[in-house]
């Protein structure tokens, strides 16, 4: 005769030791994040409340909203990543949409012409379209020999220059979710649209695209949070003329030593950018419920 | 069969053919389904019964051939233009839409008023019995509601020719069963000419009013449920319908043999230079008091006996080393008489059981 709770105390060990051992597995990444980022991070908060004397204070914080210079370079910031956001999904979308009509093969292999350059080096990219884009550059030159147009037209140095150079990077980051979210819709559902009487373009806008938007918005989000913090691109394509957070957060450190602004500067960018991604999140659940509507 | 609908539409298909590189999909395929006929195309997977219903949906666009649905022709018809309801394997239902979202669809694509949509919906789910349904989330309904919602969705703005493809083949057994039996109600009271595309042969002969079993691109018989299982036209209709022995026969003038048995058969043998007997597991019955008179019976020895609850299976091996299989229906004097493997048994068949069909393997 067995007790009724025979092995109990026994099967429970084992039970709490296969969690610890799984738990055990991931302490390695566990540590490196508390290393190189919550310690990192909360220094970085610390420091940006401790003004010039070494004592607490809202100084930094406080030039930021004084200063014009300080809001003009956060207006910058959020209108050349919404640009850059609103140029990718332009762009991406129907390349996307092309991409995942194709037979999968062929598709992954036009894939991998899209994230080529990834796999090139952000620097050589961007002096790549310096190269391009500059006033005896390749573009100007031939478009001028070819008599398109007759004085060199300016595309770099500016907010142009900085788009095409952000666009071109960011673009792989957008199209790979939307076209893994394009992948995922059955045919069928296109099938069933058109057999209940969808014109070709009626299921597309009805079917197709609604169902395509979370991975359109992961990636549209994705780019636009990467933008928010870009240095180098905006720093040699925008020629001092576009002047995003992240540099200036490089000036005080460099030019000024002034570890605290800079600090205060990466909190903020930091807070702002968890708002989007809150404020993201409540929008995407919100939009899988309204989506029933119609 | 249902009593056809002032609006069903017959189908006329002629000679249609669709390759894929070598392989024939579909070998001039020529078929005509009757105004408000339930109609199954049946055959394995690969056998072109599903390249078909697309070609009558206008999902795959054929080699040649011609499709009228009544008099029109519309083989080169977009498939929004022809005005078919369809179901499909996966139900296909809008994830993003409710189940009134699903099922109103093709009637705001017609731009129908809101309130004639709202009434038309709810009546279209009171139909499958899922009135107040509505509201639901597609992920919220079970396996057997969603296909509910789709035979909704296809039959609400009142298409005069209704597809299925495999509609029950997710479904779990018992809802499957239930849902046939609906499914052919719902047939009967709307009149629809259906096509209905299944791999299963139980339910093609439950439901069906004719049967085509197709194979290889081609239609191999087309026929009543009955006649498809009682009088098959070939070898693979024979093989696929029910779980038949073949044993071979040969020709001796006007007598039909087994070994140097002469066979007693119900109808006449095929004019074909092979020969086959069809013997059905059902249609065997086991002697207890030595050969009947009037029946073919032969020797054998039982080697395996398989309770099955309702029935039992009985593996036998013939003189001449073939191997049967026949099914017995359990009562409870059956229980006990069950032979044992061993021992030496007589099945003997009933000349109308004993079928003889071409022997050729198609």
């Known amino acids: 005769m067995v007790a009724i709770h025979a092995n109990e105390d026994g099967l429970r060990r084992d039970e709490r030791l296969e969690r610890l051992k799984l738990f055990g597995l991931s302490s390695p990444a566990t540590l490196l994040i508390l290393v190189i980022l919550v310690i990192p991070v909360g220094w970085l908060f610390y420091v940006s409340f401790v003004g010039a004397d070494g004592s607490f204070s809202l100084e930094n914080y406080e030039r930021m909203v004084s200063r014009k210079s300080y809001s003009r370079i956060f207006i910058t910031t959020f209108q050349v990543s919404f640009l850059t956001t609103g140029l990718c999904i332009l762009i991406g979308y129907p390349l996307a949409y092309f991409l995942s009509q194709l037979p999968p093969r062929l598709a992954s292999l036009c894939m991998i012409t899209v994230l080529l350059p990834f796999w090139t080096s952000l620097l050589v990219r961007t002096y790549a379209w310096l190269v391009l884009l500059q006033k005896q550059g390749l573009i100007n030159s031939w478009a001028m020999s070819l008599g398109l147009w007759d004085e060199p037209i300016k595309m770099v140095h500016n907010m142009t220059g900085t788009l095409i150079g952000m666009v071109h990077i960011m673009l792989p980051f957008l199209i790979l979710p939307t076209y893994g979210a394009m992948r995922a819709i059955s045919q069928d559902y296109m099938k069933a649209a058109s057999n209940l009487g969808a014109r070709p373009r009626t299921a597309f806008w009805t079917v197709f695209f609604p169902l395509s938007t979370p991975g359109l918005f992961a990636g549209a989000l994705m780019v636009f949070i990467l933008c928010l913090g870009f240095f180098v691109t905006p720093a040699v394509l925008g020629g001092g003329k576009v002047i995003m957070v992240s540099m200036k957060i490089v000036s005080n450190i460099e030019l000024f030593v002034n570890w605290g602004a800079a600090s205060a500067l990466g909190v903020v960018l930091l807070v702002l950018t968890m708002i989007i991604l809150w404020v993201a999140s409540r929008f995407l659940k919100l939009d899988q419920i309204a989506g029933g509507g119609h | ?362």
């Open chain 2, 1 to 362: 069969m249902a009593t056809a609908s002032k609006d069903a539409l017959p189908i006329t298909v002629a000679n249609v053919t669709k390759t894929y590189g070598k392989v024939h999909a579909l070998d001039d395929v020529s078929l005509e389904v009757k105004s408000g006929e339930f109609l199954t195309l049946l055959g394995p997977s690969g056998s072109g019964k599903s390249t078909l219903l697309m070609v009558l949906a206008g999902f795959t666009r054929p080699d040649h051939g011609s499709l009228k649905f009544g008099d029109t022709e519309v083989i080169r018809t977009a498939p929004h233009l022809r005005e078919v309801g369809m179901t499909f394997q996966n139900y296909a239902l809008f994830p993003h839409m409710t189940v009134a979202g699903n099922v109103g669809y093709p009637l705001r694509l017609r731009k129908r008023p809101k309130a004639e949509i709202a009434e038309r919906v709810e009546k279209a789910l009171e139909t499958v019995q899922l009135g107040g349904f509505g509201n639901r989330r597609i992920d919220q309904l079970s396996g057997g509601q969603r296909q509910r919602v789709a035979v909704a969705r296809a039959i609400v703005f009142e298409p005069r020719i209704l597809l299925m493809d495999e509609p029950l083949s997710a479904l779990d057994k018992k809802l499957r069963d239930q849902m046939q039996i609906e499914l052919r109600r719902l047939h009967e009271k709307l009149g629809m000419t259906t096509v209905y595309v299944t791999h299963d042969q139980r339910e093609a002969l439950t439901m069906s009013d004719r049967i085509a079993v197709v194979n290889h691109g081609r239609i191999m018989q087309l026929a009543t449920p009955h006649d498809l299982y009682e009088r098959p036209a070939n070898r693979f209709v024979a093989d696929f319908i029910g779980d038949s022995t073949f044993l071979k026969v040969t020709r001796q003038g006007d007598r039909i043999t087994w070994g140097d048995m002469a066979l007693a058969h119900g109808a006449p043998a095929p004019d074909t230079a092979e020969l086959a007997m069809m013997l059905r597991p059902e249609r065997i019955a086991l002697s207890d008091s030595g050969p009947v008179e009037g029946a073919n019976n032969f020797a054998a020895t039982a080697e395996n006996v398989v309770y099955q609850g309702d029935s039992y299976l009985v593996q036998a091996r013939l003189s001449d080393g073939a191997e049967i299989i026949l099914r017995r229906a359990m009562s409870g004097a059956t229980a006990t008489t069950m032979p044992a493997p061993g021992d030496a048994i007589t099945p003997t068949v009933a000349p109308e059981d004993t079928v003889l069909i071409d022997g050729r393997e198609v």
